[in-house]
């Protein structure tokens, strides 16, 4: 109870509902803009809760993540563009409700959909992180080594097209991981280490410069060719506060549980992700409302159960991602991953010791989502005409501002340091290079990230294993839980394999009549 | 065009195994050291890590490799424009120049010149899409994406002295609204400090009093630039706006409230 106590004065401090509050603006305003990730929004914001205390700082940060998950959906439903992944499934049924002029009542359903998917899953996420993470006192070093090692396997899988890809980027992730210091020997692991022996480079590469320059840097470089693209016309309405009514709600009772069902464990399967989730949602509402029973209308007609199903699923996906990132240290997609980066970065290692000695930071996470969740749906309720603004910005005023905000962000890392500061800089930049050609080669950049942060996790705990076992390195076919986390990569990998080939079945024969 | 997406995707490849080879390379030379206490010698090493990464980056790399020999996969890749090229190197030149110049010239100076000629290009690039849809190239409404191939290249560089001349008034504004924001809050510091006044002393204050003399300039500017229609274009308005409001802005948050030491340059009197 004394945790809950201090948490609950940390949240409702004005400072933490100041900052939660500005993640949550930037985050709907960073999900409306099509092209921007939550996971880019968060790693920009990552300089910035670094500064701060943990409840303010880390809120920020989920409200970042809330907030872009649930406004990419704005310009899914009005201009037939999703925002970012997680709205892909929105745009079928939102750009036909628009078509028919009801735009309001799509704008409104996605938010209240929204809304219920992140409360529902926080609820998921109050209960099972404990549970899970009591799990991890069974853990001894080959088991957490096979756990960091399952996290990258399926993550490689199925962030890219294509295994080899995924695989490869990975390994790149651990490799660059491996830089600097060895944790047991103290010995220099870098490249020309005459050169670099007295620069900040002899301690490895920072986190923050990483993630920046490959979510960040990257996506400005990207984001180039889209410069001379035909902008999209939006004709802005005036938009009303429209919600479905409460009996249609009670009607799409099922629709609801079932996609918080599936966004909730889909997201807590690491590397798998709401694109997935939406898709088994909006698939699973078709079904349902296929006899046009119970006054549900037959999703794929533009009616406001094609939006909620997604929509619900899309911000489940937010709680249930972070049960694996804070009860095992795996994150469940990329944007968890650099919320675990942020946890990292303030010392804070999850697992069982978290929620055994620091349970107010748990508490504090728990009620900063609460907090995000519900700015998320007052700000977008109260000032959805304005988010609906947004799309208008142009690219050629965004991508400036986003590689300023970039390479300051690096800079500010180090803080008062300037050789440091400028070394975490070009670090920056460097890492945007590479994610940049990573991109163009179609290799997917989550891999690497998710490398970069189990690398240390990982080579500790494999060479601890062995070494334990005398140099046996089937240590970890031996030990029943870590041969069951490798069976169940295997089973996940394959599931979401399954789970792709459906969804995109299910994608094609409903392609969006655009107005 | 699809020739081009599937060079790309080899080339891809190909430079992951020579990442690879790179990798495994270097893990080869680095030191076998093993940790203390190992006299069974049962610890994998400090060269574990980077050379598994390596084996296992040059195994998919080559998988991947083969596959785009054997198989390649088409995707519709366009070829980038020679704009588009330009704005790339461009992009990454200034920001390297950018950081070798940063603790030189100073971080508002520096960052306002920056956006304003990222803005500045960039707005001339985005004209292109605009001038296409007019001209009913871009077809329907909503075919947000669709990249179109303009009449001719815009060159890289300013056309015309006024787009420099602007450039550098972008930057007597910044400094301006500094000196006017800085020299006000340091004066009400020394003056709270000597009147025994800690809220006046405060950091809290002197933000907010740097915010208020250099926002108010700032504002007065361009509220006069617009009166007197001092820019002729559009783009270059917003360019100017932008740039010095950023740099402001990032001042404040970063240098102000979180005490980052942003390098001042030739600012620093």
Redesign the interface.
């Known amino acids: 109870m004394e945790a809950f106590r201090i948490a609950l004065e940390q949240v409702l401090s004005i400072e933490t509902i100041l900052w939660v509050a500005v993640g949550e603006v930037l985050g709907i305003i960073i999900g409306a803009l099509p092209g921007l990730t939550a996971t880019m929004g968060i790693a920009l914001l990552l300089p910035l809760s670094f500064q701060l205390p943990f409840a303010p700082g880390f809120g920020m940060l989920l409200a970042v993540y809330c907030g872009a998950v649930s406004g990419a959906s704005i310009p899914a439903i009005l201009l037939g563009i999703p925002g970012n992944p997680n709205a892909l499934a929105t745009v079928y049924d939102g750009t036909l409700m628009t078509a028919k002029g009801q735009a309001s009542l799509a704008l409104g359903s996605a938010v209240l959909a929204s809304f219920i998917g992140g409360i529902l899953s926080l609820l998921a996420l109050v209960l099972f992180a404990p549970l899970v993470a009591r799990f991890t006192l069974m853990f001894g070093p080959a088991e957490k080594a096979a756990l960091a090692l399952v996290g990258l396997a399926i993550i490689a899988s199925i962030s890219g097209d294509e295994l080899a890809k995924g695989i490869a980027t990975g390994a790149l992730g651990l490799a660059i991981a491996s830089f600097g210091v060895d944790p047991f020997t103290n010995s220099l692991r870098i490249p020309f280490p005459e050169v670099f022996r007295e620069t900040p480079l002899a301690t490895g590469v920072g986190l923050i410069p990483v993630l920046i320059g490959l979510y960040g840097v990257s996506q400005v470089f990207a984001d180039l060719p889209r410069l001379s693209a035909a902008p999209g016309e939006v004709t802005l309405q005036r938009f009303t506060e429209r919600f479905p009514s409460f009996r249609k709600l009670r009607s799409m009772w099922r629709i609801i549980l079932e996609s918080t069902g599936v966004g909730t464990l889909i997201g807590a399967i690491p590397g798998t992700g709401a694109s997935i989730a939406v898709f088994i949602a909006y698939d699973r509402a078709k079904k349902i409302t296929a006899s046009g029973k119970h006054g549900l209308e037959p999703v794929g007609t533009g009616c406001v159960e094609g939006v909620f199903a997604p929509e619900v699923a899309n911000n489940a996906v937010t709680g249930g991602a972070l049960i694996p990132t804070l009860a095992l240290g795996i994150p469940g997609d990329s944007s968890t991953a650099v919320l675990l980066g942020a946890l990292l970065i303030k010392g804070i290692l999850p697992g069982y010791q978290l929620f055994q000695q620091k349970m107010h930071l748990v508490y504090a996470v728990f009620l900063t989502l609460f907090l995000a969740n519900l700015f998320m749906f007052l700000f977008q309720l109260k000032g959805i005409r304005w988010f609906a603004r947004v799309i208008r910005i142009p690219l050629a005023y965004l991508l400036p501002i986003v590689l300023i905000l970039s390479l300051i962000g690096a800079y500010a890392v180090s803080g008062q340091g300037f050789t440091t500061a400028v070394y975490d800089t070009a670090i920056c930049l460097f890492f945007g290079l590479i994610g940049y050609l990573l991109k163009k080669g179609g290799y997917p950049v989550a891999p690497l990230v998710l490398g970069v942060i189990l690398g240390g996790m990982l080579e500790e705990n494999f060479r601890r294993a062995v070494k334990l076992a005398q140099g046996n390195y089937l240590v970890f076919f031996t030990k029943p839980i870590a041969l069951t986390f490798i069976l169940l990569a295997v089973f996940s990998v394959t599931l979401s394999l399954i789970q792709k080939r459906r969804a995109a079945k299910t994608m094609r024969p409903m392609k969006p009549t655009l107005p | 065009m699809k020739r081009t997406g599937n060079r ?2 080899l ?3 190909a ?2 195994v020579l ?2 080879t790179i ?1 495994i390379s ?1 893990s080869l030379t ?2 076998q ?4 206490g ?1 006299e ?7 060269r ?3 050379l ?3 084996l ?2 040059l195994f ?2 080559l ?2 490799l083969g ?1 785009q020999i054997r198989s390649p ?1 088409k ?1 519709d890749h366009r070829k ?2 020679r ?2 090229r330009g ?2 190197w461009g ?2 030149v200034g ?2 120049l ?2 070798f110049l ?2 030189r010239v100073g971080f508002l100076i520096l ?1 306002t010149l ?2 304003f000629l ?2 500045f290009f ?2 001339k ?2 004209e ?3 001038e ?2 007019k001209t009913g ?12 191939e ?1 009449e001719k290249d815009i060159p890289l560089l300013p056309h015309t002295p006024a787009g420099v001349a602007i450039g550098v008034l972008a930057c007597v504004l910044v400094a301006l609204c500094y000196l006017a924001g800085r020299i006000v809050s340091r004066e009400l510091f020394y003056w709270g400090r000597s009147m025994g006044s800690p809220v006046l002393a405060s950091r809290t204050v002197s933000v907010l009093v740097f915010l208020l003399m250099s926002g108010s300039i700032y504002l007065g500017a361009l509220l006069i630039g617009r009166r007197i229609a001092f820019f002729k274009v559009r ?1 270059m308005e ?1 360019s100017v706006a ?2 010095v409001g ?1 740099a402001l802005a ?1 001042f404040i ?2 240098r102000m409230i ?6 001042l340059g030739i600012l620093d009197l």
């Open positions: 790309r995707n080339w891809g490849a430079g992951m990442a690879a990798l270097y680095l030191e050291r093993r940790m203390i190992d069974g010698g049962h610890d994998p090493g400090s574990a890590l980077p598994g990464s390596g296992v980056m998919a790399g998988y991947d596959k996969k995707q980038s424009s704009t588009e704005l790339f992009t990454l920001s390297i950018y950081l940063l603790e960052t920056f956006l990222l803005f960039y707005s690039e985005a292109k899409g605009k296409a849809v190239k871009a077809g329907q409404s909503g075919e947000a994406g669709k990249h179109l303009a783009s917003w932008l740039s950023t990032l948050v970063f979180f005490r980052v030491a942003l390098p």
